[in-house]
C-alpha cells in the first residue's frame, strides 16, 4: 500500500499551523530559555515533544474520544491543568529576575534535565484542549482506512516537528543579545510570565467541551 502523502500533509499542515500558535508551550519554552540556559530550554521542548507521543497514542487507541465525551473527565482534566499553569505561575511571580547566562540565583534554582522535561511534559499533557483538538485532527484529516502503522508515522512526524519548533524558539531566545534584553527587564520579565501563566490557567479553567 502507497503512503498517504497527500493525507500526512494535510495533517502535518494544521499541526504546524497550530504549534506555532503562542500558547502554555512557548511561554514556557521561552520562561526556560532566559531564566535558565539553552540546554534547560531544549530539555522542556523534549518534554512537550513526548507528551505529544501520548496524546496521539491515547487517540489511536480510542481514549480521547471517552475523554471527549465525558465531562468528569474532561474536568478533571481542565482543572489539573488549570491548577499546575497556576503553580508555573506562582513560581515565576516568586523567582528572582534573571540577570546572567548561565548561572543560578537565590530563589530559583537551576533545574536539572529531567525536571526541565518533566516542565514541559506536564503543560502540554493536562492541557484538556489537546485531547479535543488531537481527536478533531485524526476525525476530519485522517481517513478510517488509513492503516494503524501509518498513524503511528503521523504520530511520530508531530513529536518531531514540534520539537523541532521549540527548538528553534530556544535557539533563538538563548541568543546573547536577546537573552540581554531581557535580562534589562529585570523583574519585569518575571510578572510578566507569571501574568500570562495566569491568564493561560485562567483560558483553560472556562474552557468547554464542544
Known amino acids: 500500500m502507497a503512503f498517504p502523502w497527500l493525507e500526512w500533509a494535510g495533517l502535518m499542515l494544521a499541526f504546524g ?7 502554555a508551550d512557548f511561554a514556557m519554552v521561552l520562561r526556560q530559555a532566559i531564566a535558565h540556559d539553552r540546554r ?34 474532561f474536568n478533571i482534566l481542565k482543572w489539573a491543568g488549570a ?12 523567582s528572582a529576575p534573571p540577570t546572567a547566562p548561565d548561572i543560578a540565583v537565590a530563589g530559583d534554582v537551576k533545574r536539572g534535565d529531567w ?6 511534559f506536564l503543560t502540554n499533557l493536562l492541557n484538556p484542549k489537546a485531547v479535543l483538538f488531537f481527536l478533531a485532527l485524526f476525525t476530519t484529516l485522517v481517513s478510517a482506512q488509513t492503516a494503524g502503522e501509518v498513524k503511528i508515522v503521523y504520530v511520530a512526524c508531530m513529536s518531531i516537528m514540534l520539537f523541532a519548533w521549540f527548538a528553534l524558539v530556544s535557539v533563538f531566545f538563548t541568543t546573547a543579545n536577546i537573552r540581554q534584553g531581557f535580562f534589562r527587564l529585570g523583574r519585569w520579565f518575571n510578572r510578566v510570565t507569571g501574568i500570562t ?14
Open 17 to 23: 499551523i497550530n504549534a506555532v500558535i503562542p500558547g
Open 40 to 73: 534547560a530550554s531544549l530539555f522542556t521542548s523534549a518534554g512537550i515533544a513526548a507528551s505529544i507521543l501520548v496524546h496521539g497514542s491515547y487517540t489511536l487507541l480510542g481514549v480521547g474520544v471517552i475523554v471527549g465525551q465525558s465531562l468528569l473527565l
Open 83 to 94: 491548577a499546575y499553569l497556576m503553580w508555573l505561575a506562582l513560581s515565576a511571580l516568586r
Open 115 to 120: 525536571a526541565a522535561f518533566g516542565l514541559g
Open 197 to 210: 501563566f495566569i491568564l493561560l490557567a485562567v483560558r483553560v479553567a472556562v474552557s468547554q467541551q464542544h
